[in-house]
């Protein structure tokens, strides 16, 4: 699934691809930051927002990186943790 997101600024989106895979776990990638991460599927929102900003505080140089930690929690819940 291919989702877009503010990055850097409101005035700009980057794609997010997000893919539920087979082995019980998610790819979460953005290609314009040259950026992905495997997430476990039982992980807790907690978790899962905690290692995508501690990769994305890596990765990213510009905009704010817990924001987009938020964005990308708040997409996979909406499409993969619906009860």
């Known amino acids: 699934m291919i989702f877009q997101l503010p ?3 409101s005035e ?3 794609d997010v691809y997000m893919n ?3 082995s019980n776990g998610f790819i979460i990638a953005i290609p314009d ?4 991460i495997f997430l476990p599927e039982n992980g807790t929102k ?3 927002y905690q ?3 501690q ?4 990765q990213l140089f510009e905009g704010n990186a817990e924001s987009l930690a938020k964005d990308i929690i708040t997409l996979l819940e ?3 943790f619906r009860r």
Do not use: R
């Open 7 to 9: 990055i850097h600024s």
């Open 12 to 14: 700009k989106v980057t």
């Open 20 to 22: 539920k895979l087979t």
């Open 33 to 36: 930051i040259h950026w992905s």
């Open 46 to 48: 907690d978790s899962h």
């Open 51 to 53: 290692h995508i900003l």
């Open 55 to 58: 990769s994305l505080m890596f």
């Open 78 to 80: 909406g499409q993969f």
